[in-house]
Every structure is written in C-alpha cells, then in structure tokens.
C-alpha cells in the first residue's frame, strides 16, 4: 500500500493551511484534530518532533511552506 501524497490528502484544506502558515489561524487551537493529522503525517514521513508545543507548531509550520510551496508573509514591526 503506498501512503497518499500531501496534495491529496490535505488538499480540501488548503486554505486553512495557508492561513495557518501566514499567522492568521492557530492550528493546534482552532483545528486541533487537523493539526494532529498534520502531526502524524510528518511523523510518518521521518520528521522528528521536539515534544515541546512550540518547537513542534514551528516545524510543522515550516514543512507545511515546503509541502505548500509558500513563501511565509513575515510582519515587520
């Protein structure tokens, strides 16, 4: 059995994500059962977690930049 791509298992949410990446959604707050997918499938893929909240919500988001081919938008202040 081959595991699905990332396209097209997540494609649905892909505003979501897009979103999440460009700091306007909380993943692990307002889609937590997303984001323990999200989870899970990078730990499948060989991606290891830090299991600390905030390290692991940054890898996650920058697999999510590659896997989305996004260039984050970054607030300067």
């Known amino acids: ?6 396209p097209s298992k997540f494609r649905k949410f892909e505003t979501i ?4 990446v460009n700091r306007s959604v909380d993943l692990d707050y307002q889609h937590p059962k997303l984001y323990k ?13 830090y299991d600390d ?3 692991d919500y940054e890898l996650l ?3 999510l930049v590659e896997d989305l081919n996004l260039v ?6």
């Open 1 to 6: 059995m081959t595991k699905s791509s990332f």
């Open 53 to 55: 909240p905030t390290e």
């Open 37 to 49: 997918k999200l989870i899970r499938y990078y730990a499948d893929q060989g991606i290891e977690f």
């Open 72 to 77: 984050p938008q970054v607030e300067y202040a």
């Open 17 to 20: 994500l897009t979103n999440a």
């Open 61 to 63: 988001l920058d697999c």
